[in-house]
Structures are given as C-alpha cells and as structure tokens.
C-alpha cells in the first residue's frame, strides 16, 4: 500500500470494513481447503459450516456476496445454490473483468467490495479491491498483495473471521449475537 500525500487521511482497516458492501471471493482456498476428492462419479469438496453461516449473516444484513472461480464445479455450484449466493461465476478468465461484470450488475464499485482470495489468478482482484484480505495459508504472494491476513486457514473459518470483522466495524455484530440469544 502506498503512503498517502502529507494531509491526506488514510483509512485504517476498521474503516475500510465499515464501507464494505460487498463480499468476493474465491472458492478453492477461500472456501474449501484447495483439496478436491476425485475418483467417484463428481468430485467432492468440503466446505465450513461457519463460513456459510457468517455467508448467511451477511445478506441477512443486506451484504451482497459472491463466488469467483476459474475452475467450474457442480460442487460449487450445489453449495452456492444452497447459501443462495448473489453472485455465481465459474470460468476461465480474468478474475478482474468477471468482478467488473458483478460491479455493474449491482450498481457498486471497486471501493465498494472485500475481496477474499489465496492465490496468483486472484493478484488482479486483490490489488483493485476497496479492501483485501488473504487467508493465512495463501501463497506469498497473495498475502503480500492483501490488506488483511486472517488467523485462519482457507476453508477453515477464514471467511466467517472476514464475516465478523465486517460486522464488527459496521456496528452489527452485537444486534446479529442477540438475534441468536433471543
């Protein structure tokens, strides 16, 4: 990140949070652990239970959130429709031109959305992104490039870490914690 000009206010990463209207991501790494099981009829990927849930959170709150992949999968494909995902897109391509393509559609920009992704394809998302974030076990690279490192692992809980983080700094996480107590 580049040092901002003398009397320029940077924004620290709560603040950035707070401006967050829109969730991306990445599935393989972000959501899963980067593994796929092969061998039967489809392939099989496992996928954190409280990451959906903090998924489902979001869009409770009016968070828009959506999946980009270069590598489709009806796997991907079965759970996004589970979570009914805003957003859906799986090919080969440029990650930056599918995410213009979503901005339009939802009327948002770049300064709009976190980004969450593990790996070189997901560089060019990451650098435009209002804000970045990488799981722990991204590559180098990714974690260099990303605002925010999580605590945890991809497929692991890094989403729902990214999850809460967005609701901590919009001042939600406490109203979403008393839903679940009342």
Same mark, same amino acid.
């Given at each position: 990140?580049?040092?901002?000009?003398?009397?320029?206010?940077?924004?620290?990463?709560? @603040?950035?949070?707070?401006? *967050?209207?829109?969730?991306?991501?990445? *599935? !393989?790494? *972000?959501? +899963? !652990?980067?593994?796929?099981?092969?061998?039967?009829? &489809? @392939?099989?990927?496992?996928? =954190?239970?409280?990451?959906?849930?903090?998924?489902?959170?979001?869009?409770? @709150?009016?968070?828009? *959130?959506?999946?980009?992949?270069?590598?489709? &999968?009806?796997? +991907? +494909?079965?759970?996004? +429709?589970?979570?009914?995902? %805003?957003?859906?897109?799986?090919?080969?391509?440029?990650?930056?031109?599918?995410?213009? =393509?979503?901005?339009?559609?939802?009327?948002?920009?770049? &300064? %709009?959305?976190?980004?969450?992704? !593990?790996?070189? $394809? !997901?560089?060019?998302?990451?650098?435009?992104?209002?804000? &970045?974030?990488?799981?722990?076990?991204?590559?180098?690279?990714?974690?260099?490039?990303? %605002?925010?490192?999580?605590?945890?692992?991809?497929?692991?809980?890094?989403?729902?870490?990214?999850?809460?983080?967005?609701?901590?700094?919009?001042?939600?996480?406490?109203? $979403? $914690?008393?839903?679940?107590?009342?």
């Amino acid at each position: 990140m580049t040092t901002p000009p003398e009397g320029h206010h940077s924004p620290t990463l709560e @603040e950035r949070f707070r401006h *967050v209207r829109m969730l991306l991501c990445d *599935v !393989d790494g *972000v959501l +899963t !652990d980067a593994s796929i099981w092969v061998g039967a009829e &489809s @392939e099989l990927k496992r996928f =954190n239970i409280r990451d959906g849930l903090g998924i489902k959170i979001l869009q409770k @709150e009016g968070i828009k *959130v959506g999946w980009i992949s270069n590598r489709p &999968s009806y796997a +991907t +494909t079965l759970r996004a +429709t589970e979570l009914k995902i %805003d957003y859906l897109f799986q090919a080969e391509g440029s990650k930056v031109e599918a995410i213009e =393509n979503i901005l339009k559609k939802a009327a948002m920009s770049w &300064s %709009d959305i976190c980004y969450i992704g !593990d790996d070189v $394809v !997901d560089l060019g998302a990451l650098q435009h992104a209002g804000i &970045s974030v990488a799981p722990a076990d991204a590559t180098a690279e990714a974690c260099e490039m990303a %605002d925010y490192v999580t605590k945890r692992n991809g497929g692991h809980g890094a989403v729902r870490e990214v999850a809460e983080l967005i609701l901590r700094a919009q001042g939600r996480w406490e109203k $979403v $914690v008393n839903r679940y107590q009342g």
